[in-house]
T-cell receptor, first 112, second 111 residues
Framework: SQQGEEDPQALSIQEGENATMNCSYK?????LQWYRQNSGRGLVHLIL?????REKHSGRLRVTLDTSKKSSSLLITASRAADTASYFC????????????FGAGTRLFVKA | NAGVTQTPKFRVLKTGQSMTLLCAQD?????MYWYRQDPGMGLRLIHY???????AKGEVPDGYNVSRLKKQNFLLGLESAAPSQTSVYFC??????????FGQGTRLTVV
């Protein structure tokens, strides 16, 4: 079963607008990560937020984490056509073992 | 510094054939993973390894075997390919509980 579930499944916006994607997960975690995947390519790491952090920024990206609600959001500000991609959240469950679990992703379309 | 390299990039197999996918990383990472990606389902973990000589099952291990004889290499084997194993396979590596570096993927079709 998927640990992380992204919402929405797909998002279409105009260039310059902000894009917000949400991720919910089921078990307690060590950290949560966001990745981007361009069509036909491997995943690229965007940002990692640890369980004791609430917000993190990287360039035009802002990630929040609410461990009480088991949810995270990724905000991309001033979107560009080049941001068109699929975005995945991934969790490192705090259940022993060592495996990163991915959600099904959000497909973002940024129209020029 | 090549990062994570997967070979081959594309392969077509007949049902029942076997093959091995190779993943190589040059970052001295302890942890390596094999995922499969199917349309609309994100990535599902097949097997992973926390060090040379060790492997463990992920979410969907059936029909696959793996080996980690050298720290830099992680092999994924299909002993008897089935159409349900048609997918895109991704290898990744991490240094501890940190960001994962991915290969470019192997597109496998089983007919």
């Amino acid at each position: 079963s998927q640990q992380g579930e992204e919402d929405p499944q797909a998002l279409s916006i105009q260039e310059g607008e902000n894009a917000t994607m949400n991720c919910s997960y089921k078990t307690s975690i060590n950290n949560l990560q966001w990745y981007r995947q361009n069509s036909g390519r491997g995943l690229v790491h965007l940002i990692l937020i640890r369980s004791n952090e609430r917000e993190k920024h990287s360039g035009r990206l802002r990630v929040t984490l609410d461990t009480s609600k088991k949810s995270s959001s990724l905000l991309i500000t001033a979107s560009r056509a080049a941001d068109t991609a699929s975005y995945f959240c991934a969790t490192d469950p705090d259940t022993g073992g060592f495996k990163t679990i991915f959600g099904a992703g959000t497909r973002l379309f940024v129209k020029a | 510094n090549a990062g994570v390299t997967q070979t081959p990039k594309f392969r077509v197999l007949k049902t029942g054939q076997s093959m091995t996918l190779l993943c190589a990383q040059d970052m001295n990472h302890e942890y390596m993973y094999w995922y499969r990606q199917d349309p609309g389902m994100g990535l599902r973990l097949i097997h992973y390894s926390v060090g040379e000589g060790t492997t463990a099952k992920g979410e969907v291990p059936d029909g696959y075997n793996v080996s980690r004889l050298k720290k830099q290499n992680f092999l994924l084997g299909l002993e008897s390919a089935a159409p349900s194993q048609t997918s895109v396979y991704f290898c990744a590596s991490t240094k501890g509980r940190a960001e994962a570096f991915f290969g470019q993927g192997t597109r496998l079709t089983v007919v």
